[in-house]
């Protein structure tokens, strides 16, 4: 019976080395793995502030979209530019033929002065 409780014991040391060798390795593969979660977590931050961004990037746009002028009303804004530059443009050649009518008639009434002798 003695023999047969050392050849446990032996027994058990082996086994003992064995899973001692096994938890070396697990501590490795524990080492990897939490390097792995580092990599993740940073992956996962750099994940989320992309999505934020994009996800303020399309508010930017909607309120681009709510806001912006389309081209029926920038179209209709230039053609009641024309129209007014245009009424401008008349208004300013009237001025200017009225100005020299009122200086021929001004020219005329001197011319009628003198030879009525009023002035």
Not at 62 to 65: A, F, G, K, S, Y
Not at 113 to 116: D, G, H, Q, V
């Given at each position: 019976m003695e023999k047969r409780i050392i050849q446990l014991l032996e027994g058990q040391?082996?086994?003992?080395?064995?899973?001692k060798g096994h938890?070396?390795?697990?501590d490795v593969i524990d080492r990897k793995l939490d390097e792995h979660d580092k990599r993740f977590n940073d992956h996962d931050e750099k994940f989320n502030r992309v999505f934020n961004k994009l996800l303020d990037h399309d508010q930017q746009l909607?309120?681009?979209?709510e806001n912006m002028a389309t081209k029926q009303e920038l179209n209709k804004v230039?053609?009641?530019l024309d129209?007014?530059?245009g009424l401008y443009v008349k208004t300013d050649q009237e001025q200017?033929?009225?100005g020299q009518r009122i200086a021929r008639?001004?020219?005329d009434v001197e011319k009628i002065?003198?030879?009525?002798n009023v002035a």
């Open positions: 040391t082996k086994i003992t080395k064995i899973l938890d070396k390795r697990f909607q309120d681009i979209r230039i053609n009641t129209k007014f530059v200017v033929f009225m008639v001004e020219s002065k003198t030879a009525a």
